[in-house]
């Protein structure tokens, strides 16, 4: 069976909020000539990039990454940093749900799959630095950026935004030090290894959903199929290797003689079973 790599990648605003990430997963820096900052580790499974504030440059720099360290379709995706409350602060990691981008009023809503345990909370950037907190709202400048991006480049459900809260309407952000984020930041680090674990296995489990099999490449290249056949073979196949992962497909369809014959032969041998798609590898 083919072998994936993990395959994360984080997209950071500030230096001080990424360097308890970078130690944590030993990352060096990849390159820094370019428009931004990129560090990974020796596997080159998690990639981080230092965006700088603001939508455009969160924007930019998702991109940016996302060739930079040939992201494939199943990579999981994070952005973490610090955001304004107007209610209580918590020193806890908070999970985003619903993320508005304020100067147009468009709502995106991540539907992460991690995190369960995580209070959830609703997301407001804006476009520069403001102290009129929205009760029971976060407020950053690049969450809405990222995830419009992000959310293209894999799955939504593996496109997550964590926050922690920096300032309030006691606490104002000019006065929040750079240490002081990088300590709030290594403080959730376990918490934060925890979440990564769990993205990890479940990016695997989408990457091999996506992979097509051999056994389809093979048919394909040996008879013609209409799109809608692929389709049907595709499925078809993958519901064959789970049934049979170690029986030879090409040895009870080798003989047939076009792609309805295939699909066909195929059909006629799975049909008869039911595959539990949510607990089969």
Request: charged share 25%.
């Amino acid at each position: 069976m083919r072998e994936f790599n993990k395959a994360i990648r984080w997209v950071v605003a500030l230096k001080c909020e990424a360097e308890p990430i970078i130690q944590y997963f030993k990352m060096d820096c990849y390159i820094n000539t370019g428009p931004f900052s990129v560090f990974c580790d020796r596997e080159k499974e998690h990639w981080l990039v230092l965006s700088g504030i603001g939508q455009i440059n969160s924007a930019s720099a998702t991109t940016y990454l996302s060739e930079i360290s040939d992201a494939p379709p199943w990579a999981g995706w994070i952005n973490i940093g610090i955001a304004g409350y107007g209610g209580k602060k918590l020193k806890d990691l908070l999970l985003v749900d619903e993320v508005q981008q304020f100067s147009t009023g468009h709502t995106l809503y991540p539907g992460p799959v991690i995190g369960n345990n995580l209070r959830r909370y609703s997301l407001i950037t804006v476009d520069k630095p403001s102290k009129n907190y929205k009760q029971g709202h976060l407020v950053d400048m690049e969450g809405y950026a990222f995830f419009e991006i992000a959310s293209r480049l894999s799955s939504q459900q593996l496109t997550i935004i964590l926050k922690i809260i920096s300032d309030g309407p006691d606490e104002p952000l000019e006065l929040i030090k750079p240490e002081t984020v990088t300590e709030s930041i290594s403080r959730i680090i376990n918490n934060l290894k925890t979440l990564v674990q769990e993205l990890e296995n479940i990016c695997l489990g989408e990457a091999k959903r996506l992979a097509q099999p051999k056994a389809y490449k093979k048919c394909i290249q040996t008879w013609h199929f209409t799109s809608s056949q692929k389709t049907k073979c595709l499925e078809l196949i993958r519901k064959w290797e789970s049934i049979f992962p170690s029986k030879d497909l090409f040895s009870i369809i080798s003989m047939e003689n076009d792609a309805k014959s295939v699909l066909s032969k195929i059909s006629k041998h799975t049909q008869k079973y039911e595959i539990d798609w949510i607990n089969s590898d």
